[in-house]
């Protein structure tokens, strides 16, 4: 069983700053890629950031230029550092990856919890 886990959301005001963290646990083979998504009340869920295993990013348009996605592979972790938040910002933000997992070696998208993200204006 492999568990997500997501901490740093909270209350910034406009032009703040919030660093979110996921940490993937459990019977873990390899992570490919690792991402965060955000979804604001009344709106569908969109991808904020993805990062693959060798590195590469992709960032929403929206985001571009004021977030930045970075992972640890020996420690299964993935951050979202945000900067220069604006109130559209505000969100649920999931952390997201595709783990291959022990016994069965097949590889599976998995979810965390969500972490409430409020900006102010």
């Known amino acids: 069983q492999v568990q997500l886990v997501e901490s740093g959301g909270g209350l910034v005001q406009a032009g703040g700053s919030l660093r979110l963290s996921c940490e993937a646990s459990g019977s873990i083979v390899s992570i490919n890629s690792m991402a965060w998504y955000r979804q604001a009340p009344g709106k569908q869920r969109e991808l904020v950031a993805t990062?693959?295993?060798?590195?590469?990013?992709n960032y929403a348009d929206s985001v571009k230029g004021r977030f930045t996605i970075s992972r640890d592979n020996a420690k299964n972790t993935v951050t979202l550092q945000m900067n220069s938040l604006k109130p559209e910002d505000t969100a649920v933000y999931y952390c997201?990856?595709?783990?291959?997992?022990?016994?069965?070696?097949?590889?599976?998208?998995?979810w965390g919890q969500g972490t409430q993200v409020t900006v102010s204006s």
């Open positions: 990062i693959l295993s060798g590195g590469s990013t």
């Open positions: 997201n990856a595709y783990i291959r997992t022990f016994p069965t070696m097949t590889t599976y998208d998995y």
